[in-house]
């Protein structure tokens, strides 16, 4: 497309535009989204993302739709953050207004924003800014049919990005409030992988925190069970070895199953790694016959990266102490000589593998509807 | 200056006077000063139950300005409230409970007056152990004012006790979202939740005994049935109509307690062992087999009850040579005799034999006794060739 032809183009993304060709508009544009030089094109520009965000107030509601789609489309490219982000504050009100029909496209949309580290920081302080902070996001996740007409699914996935920061970890692991604890049902949430996968994904960004381990594996969070009930499955133990598990996982009925989507498993795996990584919290997992669910499942399992992480917990589940000075295993000192083998051999593995996040990552495999 | 005083002086003397003559008669008893000296107001140390105007005059006194009708409903109501804390804090719940239902009568236009009443008298009722008053009084306040934190707590902490527990969770959900830190709060849903997801797993052991014990009785019953053995069935069916199929053969004949509380079990051999019951009608004695193999015979059993003569067999006639058994075939008053030398199962499968309530039961008699020649009168009796 040369200048001119877009300039025409941009020239009836107005919101006072002829309705039949502002629709015929947005359809095109969505159409470009589809491809990867179309994407390229406009993620380059600027006038187009701002056009696009306008029209998403438009009076028509295939416009709004299309707008939104396309900006879905548009915003897994860092690139569009800039302009993007300048909406801010409005998108974050429409996500919250119970009333508001498109909250799950505006949910998408922030969910794709925050994946990125710098936007994902932007939307956080917009949120403060706004006075919507994380603690209405958590209710209006919590709450069914907060939304009437939007089932606010990706709210999962921007936690999750947003767990990123270390002030929203903080957040969620206020001791003194209810807020993580809310979290954890939804890691059995049937209805919505999306959703499921956000909350385990929030979780286990927040495993990353060791100073919190104690609280998350006690009583008052109780942690462990909702980690390991999607990894269960019918299982029948011998009474005694049923009665050492976490109460969530005794006696499981034969209909039980696993959780499907290979990604969530592995990262409920992470999440029960992280959580071994301090010398208490390693007791507290195996006390409560961690192994005998993981031992199981490795039985079962049939990805290698879910069973490659099967192995590396088991290992620590069932292998001896670690020396002096070694007993928190993220904060050890390694020496240089040992730091550049490991590097080798991760190298090694990433060559054979998918990339598996070192730290507390974002979501990845949300982007949202493409065309 | 001076004319007063000695005016004073001069009206001070006749009455200095009397007391040189007279006797102070309203002066304590000095046997009983404690008691009466609890008798009035200022110095009691707690009021007493009840106000009885003639014991008890100025404390009645008192009680009647503070409960004047004449003031106003807010400010009756606020003493009845006061009332009521003061019971609280002495844990005289009833009491208080009372005080405070008199505060609501007066109906007065505070709102939010009314709505401590209820809450506090929500509270009285939970210790009580009222819950559903308290309940009920908790909602009544939240009516008045929806945000009352006390009256969300004290609902919460209602619903925790009548075991209503995703209830408990989202009134405490509602409370941390007026107040985010409260730490009754956080804490009650906490322990709700806990105890949701204890009675859940409470649920699925229960579950899962009762799919248990369904397969063994389906078991048993597949066992009985192969030997084509019957079981005595309550409802009135024809006699000769076998029961056919597990579902017909109803698993309510064969209960899981006999009646001395042992069941029919398969061991590992896949032989059933049955509860046995041996009666001794001359002297209305019992013996009782807890595990009979069915593939063991009567005789053997015999010779070790018998081994020695039973404390009860007076006449010293209960020798194993000396016995007969019977079983008797109720639908048709029949009795036959067993061959002694025959198992358990081979007896359990004769063709008039129902089994009862899951215990073989048989008759122990002597030969030839008097006893028995009585006890066979006017039945039919099958004997042994």
Redesign the interface.
Known sequence: MDEEQARELLGFLRLDTRPDLKGQATGYILGLTGSVEGRTLLAGRPDFLEALLLLTGDRSLAVVKDSYHSLINLSVAAATHGALAKELPVLLHRLLDPGYAFADQVCTLLSNLSREEGTCRQVFQAMQEEGLGL?RAV?AFCTEGYNQKAALHYLGPLLSNLTQLPETREFLLDR???VV??LLPYTQYEASAIRRGGVIGTLRNCCFEYKYHEWLLG????LL?FLLLPLAGPEEFPEEEMERLP??L????QDKQREKDPDIRKMLLEAVMLLTATKAGRQRVKEKGTYLVVRELHQQETEPDVLAACEKLIQVLIGDEPEAGMENLLEVEIPEDVEERLQRLDREEERQQETQSEGPGAQTGSQGPSR | MEAAAGQAEEAAAPFLDKFQSQRYTGGFNPKSWEQEFDKIPMFMKKSPAEIDPEQNPDLACLQSIIFDEDRSPEEQANTYKNEGNEYFKEKNYKKAVISYTEGLKKKCSDQDLNAVLYTNRAAAQFYLGNYRSALSDVIAARKLKPNHLKAIIRGALCHLELKNFPEAMAW??EG??ID??E?K??ET??KA??LK??E??DV??A??KEKKDQSQKEVLLTAIKERNIKLFLEASKEEDEISDGLGEMSLNGLSSDSVTGTKIYLDDNGNLNWPVLFLYPEYGQTDFISAFHEDSRFIDHILVMFAELPPWDLERKYHSSNLELYFEDEAREEMYQLNTENTLLQVLQHQRYFVKAGTPTFLVLVKQSPFSKNYFFGKKVHRLK
């Not at chain 1, 009583?219 to 109780?222: F, I, P, R, S």
């Open positions: 603690a209710e003194s409030r209810c604890q809310r009583a008052e969070v109780d069970p109460v969530d005794q006696y499981l009925p | 405490c959900e941390l979202r985010s830190k730490k709060l956080v849903r906490a939740d806990r997801r204890a859940q797993r699925r052991k579950k899962l």
